[in-house]
DNA sequence: AAGTTCTTATTAC
DNA sequence: CTAACGGTAATAAGAACTT
């Protein structure tokens, strides 16, 4: 979906239209310590994008309207759109909120085992009236990438938005990637990037001139991936099995703190809604991970493996303060944020 | 020496 | 003058530790 959250708020308000938007945290005044999570175009004039501090953002356009994330309601138009999605494919995976995955490689929706593959012809044809279909039931816009995997089709949506429809067949890949920056490459992120441009790569072209084991040495098994990546090659499959792994909650305070009242109340409730929600999955769990960040950003962990699975509240109180105090006694810092992950057995 | 746990780094949405 | 920087989750790598 194209800037989703954004554009779901310009639905419910036309008076947003033709203004800049932005969806996230309370910039009060610019004072704000969240980030953007959404910007329509408009917003994105002025240089504001996802996850930008929402104080920078506030600078660069006070006159925006700051609106804060009505999680509910995108999430309806969530649904409602999943639910459209999957009409066209039995094969079908929801990444996040607004992103999903079909494969329309077969003939006939439902018919995994029919060796005909359908035309790109076809598939764009889909994928017009899946748009068409979005636009009238929901009033939103999206954009489909298409291509022969899901890296491809990912690549090719990113390079289309907004609203828009670009195909990628197999003898196009080269050309169209080649191009590309290495950043565009999902699996290169910022750190990898900075890496890379050190060394004079900064097209995805260039990157192909270095040899697997070359990637393999600089960034292990993610290098192996990223040679692959270039060259378009990606076996994913598109499947919705999607084991949760992990259970966590974090909180930011809103200015930094060393006030043990404030500190253990809020820990107090992050315990209780993390255990609320193991409680709601039948989940268990054996390891218990405290996350502190302190004043300048400075993050770490501290965690404790049971001897047993465990879904007790008593235990997980007792564990999860316990190394939270360990941080609270070994640094005199002011802290920013506290958080609890548990791992799930 | 092998297996497990702990910690940090990176990425994505 | 540069920083500014949420919340949730996965995965990798290497260090530290147990057995």
Redesign the pocket.
Known sequence: MDYFFAQVEERENPQFRGKPVVV??DPKGG?????V?TANYEARKYGIH???????AY?LCPKAIFLP?NMELYQKASENIMEIIKKYSKIFEQ?????AYLDLSYNFYGRRNCTMRISWEKAENLAQKLKKEIFEKEKLTSTIGIGPNKLIA?MAAEKAKPNGLLIIKPNQVRKFLEPLDI?D???????????LRAIKINKIKELKTLSESKL?SL?????E?IYQKARGIDEEPVSPE???????????FEKDTRDPEIIFNTFEK?IE??HQ?LIENKFSF????V?C?FR??E?????????EPTNDLKILKKEAKN?LLKFLIENLKLI??I?L?V??C
């Open positions: 996230g945290a004072k704000g310590r969240g980030v999570s996802s996850a930008l501090p929402i104080s920078k600078q994330v990444v996040s909120l607004d992103e990912k950043e490459l999902p699996g290169i992120g910022p750190k990898t990037a900075e890496k393999k960034f292990g098994i993610t290098g991936t999607k084991v949760i792994k992990s259970i966590g909650k974090e909180h930011t992050i809604d993390v929600e054996k390891t218990i991970t996350i960040r300048g950003f993050t770490h962990t501290k965690s404790k493996t049971l001897k190394l920013r944020l958080g992950r791992k799930i």
